[in-house]
C-alpha cells in the first residue's frame, strides 16, 4: 500500500480518535490536539507499568482487547512482542479502522483477529494471558458477569481503566451516561467506586492494586486529575508488591487541583 493510497483510506473515515503514524510521513487526524497528549499520558501510566511487570515485553503471551475501538492498545501489545491479540469491539467502523491500521503496520495476520460483537454475546472460548479491560467497565450494565467472562478466559493479569463513583464504600452507581459504543447496547451503566473494582476482582481470585498516577502533563486528563479515572491491576500470576500505589482521596472531585501532584505509596511485598 502506499503512502497515497493509506491517505485516501485513511480519509474515508469521518474521525479518528487516536493517533497513528505510518510510513511516508502519514497519520490519522484526529480532532483534538489534548487526545494524543492524553493517549501518551496514559502509554506511560498503565500500559509501561504493565511491561514492567513482565520484564519489559509482552513476548509469549495472548492478549484479550475488550473495546479495542481502533486498536490503539491491541498495536501497543504487538509491537511489545505479544504473540497474539484479539480485539473486540461492537463498532463497525472502529474494527474496520483497527483492521486498516494492522494491515499498513504490515502485522502479521496470523497474529491478530477483531471482530465486532457485544462483549458479552462474543465470549471468546480461546485462553489469554492477559485481559485489557480499558474504559470498558464503566460502560456496562453487567460489571460482574464482566469480570465472569475475564476470568474465564484463564488470564493470569486483567488490567483494569475505568471511570470510578465517588464513594469510599464498594458500590456501584446508576447512570446513564454510558453510549454503549465500545462495549455492549445498553444505555443504562454502572459505575464502579474504587473499593467495589477490587473487592470484584478479589471475587474472581484476581488481587488488585490501583495504580498511582505518573502524568507529566494533566492536558485532556480532568477526569484523572481528579481521581475520577484509575487504573488497576489485578493479579492472579504476576507479583503486584512493587507496583506503587495511588493514594485514595477523601477530597470532593470538583475540589481536586486539575494539576496535582499525586503522593505514592509503594506496596510491601
Do not use: H
Not at 497519520?27 to 494524543?36: A, E, F, G, L, Y
Not at 462483549?119 to 474504559?135: H, N, T
Not at 507496583?243 to 494539576?259: M, R
Request: charged letters at 25%.
Amino acid at each position: 500500500m502506499t503512502p497515497d493510497e493509506l491517505e485516501e483510506r485513511i480519509a474515508e473515515f469521518t474521525q479518528w480518535n487516536y493517533r497513528f503514524d505510518f510510513e511516508g510521513g502519514v497519520t490519522t487526524p484526529v480532532p483534538d490536539s489534548r487526545m494524543i497528549n492524553r493517549q501518551e499520558q496514559r502509554r506511560r501510566y498503565f500500559f509501561d507499568a504493565l511491561l514492567g511487570l513482565y520484564g519489559g515485553s509482552l513476548e509469549g503471551k495472548r492478549v484479550l482487547d475488550l473495546g479495542c475501538s481502533a486498536g490503539f492498545w491491541a498495536l501497543q501489545a504487538i509491537e511489545a512482542g505479544a504473540e497474539f491479540v484479539l480485539g473486540i469491539d461492537n463498532q463497525d467502523t472502529f474494527i474496520d479502522q483497527a483492521s486498516l491500521v494492522f494491515e499498513a503496520k504490515g502485522i502479521d495476520p496470523s497474529r491478530y483477529r477483531f471482530e465486532r460483537n457485544d462483549i458479552f454475546a462474543s465470549r471468546p472460548r480461546e485462553r489469554f494471558d492477559v485481559v485489557l479491560c480499558l474504559a470498558v467497565m464503566n460502560q456496562v450494565s453487567q460489571p460482574v458477569e464482566l469480570f465472569e467472562l475475564m476470568s474465564q478466559t484463564g488470564a493470569e493479569l486483567v488490567l483494569v481503566e475505568t471511570e470510578l463513583a465517588r464513594s469510599s464504600s464498594s458500590v456501584f452507581a446508576l447512570s446513564t451516561r454510558g453510549d454503549g459504543r465500545k462495549a455492549e447496547d445498553t444505555t443504562i451503566v454502572l459505575v464502579p467506586s474504587r473499593s467495589a473494582v477490587s473487592e470484584l476482582a478479589a471475587e474472581f481470585g484476581y488481587r488488585a492494586v490501583a495504580l498511582a498516577r505518573n502524568m507529566t502533563d494533566y492536558t485532556g486528563l480532568k477526569d484523572y486529575a481528579t481521581q475520577r479515572r484509575l487504573a488497576f491491576f489485578c493479579s492472579k500470576g504476576p507479583s503486584l508488591a512493587a507496583i506503587p500505589e495511588e493514594e485514595s482521596s477523601i477530597v470532593p472531585w470538583w475540589l481536586a487541583p486539575l494539576d496535582p501532584r499525586p503522593r505514592l505509596r509503594a506496596r510491601r511485598g
